[in-house]
């Protein structure tokens, strides 16, 4: 088989990583062909076969052999090519396109990033930033009932949020030297602009269905709890998802559970359920609708974060998830103890 001697010979594994594999290997073979490059493929049907295909692309005359896959597909393709039977074996020119799971050696011979410079200012800009989430925390704590050191409270804590970071943002842009026509282009300042949209829309929209069934959930809680006293952490966890805040749903679920389970100070009963649950009013991470999880979708650049097609299947379900169910189980076992 006479082949070109810059046509190459690409080795595809698709069982190499996850099942998002296959949309990468479309990825690559796309670009490839845009940068008009000579190539043909075959794709691994299996354990052993990248080393017998490798072999047989150096027996066919590629003078370039590129493996798609993991660590596994490389070693296997570099015994292939040197159990071959082609002339001047040694000099075929090897690459790999990483598509595994650890993609260690990739990693290795990758060549090493320049160091990147800071622009001028950059330093400056997050001492003005560090400056200004102290001045928060400080007037936060200033105007609360505990410290009382500002009493009138004239300007409300979400209000000055608001104006610091609007303070902290002028002072960079004028002190830093900050290009004002690049703001708009940046795509910290385009997701923090779709982030915004989400919030006032879909976060809203949640936020509004719930405040006006609160009682309706009230009433579902104490009424399975004061049923199934076990079932308390699954109604911590649903009404935390629902009211989005661990606050409110101590709040307004907590009396109700009292009630139901007959607690009081001289019948303390069942409290130390109160405490080993508690952990499972964090479940503000379920429903894709929380501002945070919104900007976090938003401004992760890599793609790593985001919401999946089913709605519940998003980058924080899952940890958030066992997070919670250790922490019910460390608390019971705590109260057990103690």
Same mark, same amino acid.
């Not at 690409?10 to 069982?15: G, L, R, S, T």
């Not at 299996?46 to 070693?75: K, P, Q, W």
């Not at 109604?235 to 989005?244: D, E, R, T």
């Given at each position: /088989?006479?082949?070109? +001697?810059?046509?190459?010979? !690409?080795?595809?594994?698709?069982?190499? $990583?996850?099942?998002?594999?296959?949309?990468?290997?479309?990825?690559?073979?796309?670009? /490839?062909?845009?940068?008009?490059?000579?190539?043909?493929?075959?794709?691994?049907?299996?354990?052993?076969?990248?080393?017998?295909?490798?072999?047989?692309?150096?027996?066919?005359?590629?003078? &370039?052999?590129?493996? %798609? $896959?993991?660590?596994?597909?490389?070693?296997?393709?570099?015994?292939? =090519?040197?159990?071959?039977?082609?002339?001047?074996?040694?000099? =075929?020119?090897? *690459?790999?396109? +990483?598509?595994?799971?650890?993609?260690?050696?990739?990693?290795?011979?990758?060549?090493?990033?320049?160091?990147?410079?800071?622009?001028?200012?950059?330093?400056?800009?997050?001492?003005?930033?560090?400056?200004?989430?102290?001045? @928060?925390?400080?007037?936060?704590?200033?105007?609360?009932?505990? @410290?009382?050191?500002?009493?009138?409270? %004239? !300007?409300?804590?979400?209000?000055?949020?608001?104006?610091? /970071?609007?303070?902290?943002?002028?002072?960079?842009?004028?002190?830093?030297?900050?290009?004002?026509?690049?703001? *708009?282009?940046?795509?910290?300042?385009?997701?923090?602009?779709?982030?915004? =949209?989400?919030?006032? *829309?879909?976060?809203?929209?949640?936020?509004?269905? !719930?405040?006006?069934? &609160?009682?309706?959930?009230?009433?579902?809680?104490? $009424?399975?709890?004061?049923?199934?006293?076990?079932?308390?952490?699954?109604?911590?966890?649903?009404?935390?998802?629902?009211?989005?805040?661990?606050?409110?749903?101590?709040?307004? =679920? &907590?009396?109700?559970?009292?009630?139901?389970?007959?607690? &009081?100070?001289?019948? +303390? $009963?069942?409290?130390?359920?109160?405490?080993?649950?508690?952990?499972?009013?964090?479940?503000?991470?379920?429903? +894709?609708?929380?501002?945070?999880?919104?900007?976090? %979708?938003? /401004?992760?650049?890599?793609?790593?974060?985001?919401?999946?097609?089913?709605?519940?299947?998003?980058?924080?379900?899952?940890?958030?998830?066992?997070?919670?169910?250790?922490?019910?189980?460390? *608390?019971?076992?705590? @109260?057990?103890?103690?």
């Amino acid at each position: /088989m006479a082949v070109g +001697p810059n046509r190459w010979g !690409v080795i595809y594994n698709p069982k190499a $990583g996850s099942r998002k594999a296959q949309k990468r290997w479309k990825e690559i073979r796309d670009y /490839m062909e845009s940068q008009h490059v000579q190539f043909d493929y075959v794709q691994s049907e299996g354990f052993g076969s990248v080393e017998r295909l490798a072999c047989t692309l150096a027996n066919n005359g590629y003078r &370039t052999i590129i493996v %798609v $896959g993991g660590d596994g597909a490389i070693n296997d393709a570099v015994n292939g =090519i040197l159990e071959s039977e082609a002339e001047n074996k040694h000099e =075929i020119a090897f *690459g790999i396109i +990483p598509n595994g799971i650890g993609n260690d050696f990739a990693k290795y011979c990758a060549p090493k990033a320049e160091e990147k410079q800071l622009k001028p200012g950059a330093k400056l800009s997050v001492l003005i930033f560090l400056l200004g989430i102290i001045c @928060v925390v400080f007037y936060a704590s200033a105007i609360s009932p505990a @410290v009382g050191l500002i009493n009138p409270v %004239v !300007v409300p804590r979400d209000a000055a949020i608001w104006s610091f /970071m609007f303070l902290i943002a002028s002072l960079i842009t004028v002190f830093c030297k900050v290009d004002v026509s690049k703001i *708009g282009s940046s795509s910290v300042f385009q997701s923090g602009m779709i982030a915004c =949209i989400c919030v006032f *829309g879909v976060a809203w929209l949640g936020d509004t269905f !719930v405040r006006f069934h &609160t009682n309706e959930i009230k009433e579902l809680a104490a $009424g399975t709890v004061s049923a199934y006293p076990a079932l308390l952490a699954v109604v911590f966890f649903i009404a935390a998802m629902l009211l989005y805040s661990q606050a409110a749903t101590a709040k307004a =679920i &907590t009396p109700a559970i009292v009630a139901a389970l007959g607690i &009081t100070t001289a019948n +303390p $009963g069942d409290s130390y359920m109160l405490v080993a649950s508690f952990a499972a009013v964090s479940a503000l991470f379920v429903l +894709p609708t929380y501002p945070t999880l919104l900007g976090a %979708v938003q /401004m992760d650049y890599t793609g790593t974060t985001r919401i999946g097609k089913w709605v519940f299947n998003h980058a924080f379900f899952l940890p958030g998830l066992l997070g919670i169910v250790f922490s019910v189980a460390l *608390g019971f076992l705590a @109260v057990s103890v103690f």
